[in-house]
C-alpha cells in the first residue's frame, strides 16, 4: 500500500501507447473530458461506444499519461496527440488546416509538429503533472529533431462576451511574430482584439486562462490572428505557436542532453525570430 500513499505526480508516467487497446483507452478518456464534462455534442456512434474518435487517430502518435495503479483499461488519465510533418504530407492535411492557415509555419525550413486534442482527468490537473506532461513531449522534441510546434488550444464556451478578457489577454500580449502569425480561416475568423489592453487585469486573466494554455505560455508560445468558434467542442480555439529555440525549460535541455538530439532548424531562422516583434 505504500504506493497509494505517495503524491499523484509521483506514481504516474508518460509515454507513447503501446498497442490499439490504450488507443481506446484514450479515446474513452478524451470522451469523458470533452462530452461528459465539457459538454461537447458527440455523434449518435460516439454516444452509443462513448469514444471520442476522427480519422487522424489512425495515423497520429498518442502520447499518453499513465497511473499504473490503476486497472488496465482505466490506467490512462491524460492523453495528447501529435502529428509530424511527414506524416501529415502522406495523410494529405493537418487537423488545424480547417480552422487556420498555418502556411507560414510550413515555410520557415523548420521541423514541425502539431499538437492537440490534449486532455487530462480532473484529479490529475496539477502543475507537477503537466510539467511531466511536457517532459514526455520535451523526450519527443529531441527526438525528432523539431524546431516548431503549434497547434489548436481550447477556451471553454461559445460565447466570446464571456470570454473576450482572455482572447484581447491573448492578442495583447502573447500575438506570435509576422513571420509566424497564423490567420484564423476567413469564414470562422474572430477578432481578438476586443477590449483596450489597458482594461485588463493581467494577474487575474492569467489565473483564469486553461492549465494547458497557461502551460504553453509558461513554456515561450504565442498564438496566431483570430479565433474560431468550435460548437462541436464547445470551445472557442486559438492556434498555439511553440518555437523550441525560444523554451528556456529544463526538459528540452535535460532531454537533449541525454540523447544527444539537437533541435535542428535552419541556419537563419532563430536569428528572425528573436529579431522580430509582434506588430
Avoid at 478518456?29 to 455534442?41: P, W
Avoid at 498518442?62 to 491524460?78: A, F, S, T, Y
Avoid at 483596450?196 to 494577474?203: A, S
Wanted: proline share 4%; hydrophobic share 40%; charged share 25%.
Amino acid at each position: 500500500m505504500e504506493i497509494l500513499e505517495k503524491p499523484i505526480e509521483d506514481i504516474i508516467t508518460v509515454r507513447l501507447v503501446k498497442n490499439k487497446e490504450e488507443v481506446e483507452a484514450s479515446q474513452r478518456l478524451r470522451y469523458k473530458v470533452f462530452y461528459e464534462e465539457q459538454h461537447a455534442v458527440p455523434s449518435a456512434e460516439m454516444a452509443a461506444k462513448k469514444m471520442d474518435f476522427d480519422e487522424y487517430d489512425d495515423v497520429m502518435d498518442h502520447l499518453v499519461v499513465v497511473d499504473e495503479r490503476l486497472p488496465m483499461g482505466q490506467h490512462i488519465v491524460g492523453s495528447y496527440r501529435v502529428m509530424r510533418r511527414e506524416v501529415a504530407d502522406k495523410f494529405g492535411k493537418f487537423y488545424s488546416d480547417s480552422e487556420f492557415d498555418i502556411q507560414p509555419l510550413l515555410t520557415t525550413g523548420a521541423e514541425v509538429l502539431e499538437l492537440g486534442r490534449s486532455c487530462v482527468l480532473e484529479p490529475y490537473r496539477t502543475r507537477s503533472v503537466l510539467q511531466k506532461l511536457w517532459g514526455g513531449i520535451a523526450h519527443y522534441v529531441a527526438e525528432h529533431k523539431i524546431g516548431l510546434m503549434f497547434g489548436c488550444a481550447c477556451l471553454e464556451g461559445n460565447d466570446i462576451s464571456k470570454i473576450a478578457d482572455q482572447l484581447s489577454y491573448l492578442y495583447h500580449y502573447h500575438l506570435a511574430p509576422p513571420a509566424l502569425r497564423v490567420r484564423a480561416v476567413e469564414s470562422r475568423y474572430v477578432d481578438m482584439n476586443i477590449v483596450p489592453k489597458e482594461e485588463l487585469n493581467v494577474k487575474q486573466i492569467f489565473q483564469n486562462l486553461p492549465p494547458i494554455i497557461k502551460g504553453y505560455l509558461r513554456l515561450g508560445a504565442s498564438v496566431g490572428d483570430g479565433a474560431i468558434i468550435d460548437y462541436q467542442f464547445n470551445s472557442t480555439d486559438v492556434c498555439i505557436i511553440v518555437p523550441t529555440h525560444l523554451i528556456t525549460d529544463k526538459y528540452f535541455k535535460h532531454y537533449q542532453r541525454i540523447t544527444n538530439n539537437a533541435i535542428t532548424i535552419d541556419d537563419n531562422f532563430a536569428d528572425r525570430m528573436r529579431s522580430t516583434k509582434s506588430a
